[in-house]
């Protein structure tokens, strides 16, 4: 596989995290990097140009897709990625609707909404779709249902896209990140810390703070490697059809490769639930 080290990139969610190690990645190997940010606005600088985007509101993303365009011409896109998301965590029983809403507005529709805008930049410069999941996109963890349901569409969307586009050759790649140190899991924590909040008969503070107890012994590891992973995607001849990167992947790849009833019995105990069940159930 090789690099083309010249295109034009557009990729959402530019502005921290593996996003905009993504996004200057890209610049230092010499792709023109159209950086699409919501709140945060990124630095202009020589291979970077920031671009408005609220993945969740197709005007906004058409109006993208539009400014973006009148950069880049006839020349295209060499690579769209769908980096932009949100974790939403917490027992399905206490997730505000609201909440739960926006985990498949940011997660699955965005995305669903940039390949629909972005496509003719796409086929324009014979580029690829490159959409970002989450290992429990394949691997059901009890207390991040939403998150991982909103993967789990797009990793569907994602396959059934690549059929769609077969004709013009236009590849759809989904890389699966693993544990990354990334401000996305303060930004959860502090939304499910509201959540709970209004858990007044603290149905679930065992297995929460079971899980909360293996969590802190987890070390997330550093961006550099899904960013990496990304890259290849972007400038590989033939990319594949999925890449996985970053702390953890191994252990979800063999997870999911076991019977339904071993991985449940398996992920339980992994995070203590099994006890903790039994605690809850008992008050």
């Known amino acids: 596989m090789s690099e083309s080290g010249q295109g034009n990139v557009f990729i959402t969610g530019a502005s921290a995290g593996i996003g905009a190690a993504t996004a200057d990645l890209l610049v230092r190997r010499g792709y023109t990097v159209y950086a699409g940010v919501h709140t945060t606005p990124a630095t202009p600088r020589p291979g970077l140009r920031p671009i408005p985007i609220d ?83 394949r691997v059901p963890i009890p207390f991040l249902g939403p998150i991982g349901a909103s993967k789990a569409a797009l990793v569907s969307l994602s396959d059934a896209l690549r059929g769609e586009l077969a004709a013009w050759r236009i590849p759809v790649v989904v890389i699966e990140p693993g544990g990354t140190d990334t401000q996305i899991f303060a930004k959860a924590d502090q939304v499910a810390a509201a959540t709970l909040a209004a858990d007044s008969g ?28 990304v890259v290849r995607a972007v400038g590989a001849r033939k990319p594949k059809r999925h890449y996985a990167a970053g702390t953890g992947v191994r252990l979800f790849a063999t997870l999911a490769a076991l019977p339904d009833p071993v991985r449940d019995r398996a992920v339980a105990g992994a995070f203590g639930l099994n006890a903790a069940a039994r605690k809850a159930g008992a008050r």
């Open 202 to 229: 603290a149905l679930y503070s065992a297995q929460l703070a079971a899980v909360a107890k293996v969590e802190a012994r987890q070390s997330p590891g550093p961006v550099d490697s899904v960013a990496a992973a």
């Open 55 to 137: 993945v969740t509101d197709p005007e906004s993303v058409s109006a993208a897709a539009e400014l973006v365009a009148g950069e880049v011409g006839d020349a295209g896109l060499r690579a769209v990625v769908n980096n932009a998301g949100i974790i939403v965590r917490g027992p399905l029983e206490l997730v505000a609707p609201a909440e739960l809403r926006r985990q498949f507005e940011v997660n699955t529709l965005g995305p669903a909404y940039v390949c629909r805008s972005f496509l003719p930049l796409i086929r324009a410069g014979q580029g690829r779709i490159v959409n970002i999941s989450a290992p429990t996109a």
